[in-house]
C-alpha cells in the first residue's frame, strides 16, 4: 500500500525567517553545549552531531500550516521550542518517515483542514509503528495533516500531510 500522507520538514523560507526572529518574536538563541549530539533537528529530521552549534527557536508548526493552507488553527495555536541548523542545510529530502524523528515514545496529533484536532494516538516503545499510527489516523478522510511529537516534551516532531 502506497502512503497516502508526505513527511515535512520546517520549509527553507520559514527557516530562513526563523533564524532571525522565532515565532514568539524572539531572537534565536545559539546552543552549543550539546556535548553528545543527538538533538532533533527540524530543518532536515536528522539528528545533531557531536559539539555541533545549533539554534534553539520557538516555533508554531499549526500556525504556519494554517497560514499556507487558509484554516484557522484557534485555541491550538501552540508555540514550542525546535532546533535548526543556524545556516541552510540539505533539508529534509526522503521519503516516509525520516530516522530523526523516531524515538520510544511518540504522539500523533491528527487536524482537520479546517484546523480542529480531531484525535491523537500514543505510540509506545514502537506500538504501534509510526508508520501504523499514520495509516490508522489517515484512513479518516477528514484528517489532513498529522503532528509527530515527543511525549516527554511535547517538543514538535515533524508534520505530515495528506498528499
Known amino acids: 500500500m502506497s502512503e ?13 525567517q526563523l533564524r532571525i526572529t522565532d515565532d514568539a518574536g524572539n531572537p534565536p538563541r545559539v546552543v552549543v553545549e550539546d556535548e553528545e549530539g543527538g538533538n532533533p533537528m527540524r530543518c532536515c529530521l536528522g539528528r545533531s552531531r557531536p559539539h555541533e552549534t545549533v539554534l534553539l527557536v520557538s516555533y508554531a508548526p499549526l500556525r504556519r500550516w494554517a497560514q499556507e493552507t487558509g484554516a484557522t488553527p484557534g485555541p491550538y495555536n501552540e508555540v514550542g521550542p525546535v532546533f535548526i541548523h543556524p545556516e541552510e542545510c540539505d533539508g529534509w529530502t526522503g521519503p516516509g518517515i525520516a530516522e530523526g524523528i523516531r524515538g520510544q515514545r511518540r504522539v500523533l496529533r491528527a487536524y482537520s483542514a479546517e484546523g480542529n484536532i480531531l484525535r491523537g494516538r500514543l505510540l509506545n516503545d514502537g506500538e504501534p509503528t509510526i508508520e501504523e499510527g499514520l495509516a490508522e489516523l489517515y484512513a479518516d478522510p477528514q484528517v489532513a495533516a498529522v503532528h509527530v511529537r515527543a511525549v516527554e516534551f511535547g517538543c514538535f516532531l515533524a508534520e505530515t500531510r495528506r498528499a
Open 4 to 16: 497516502n500522507y508526505e513527511t515535512r520538514a520546517i520549509a527553507p523560507e520559514v527557516l530562513k
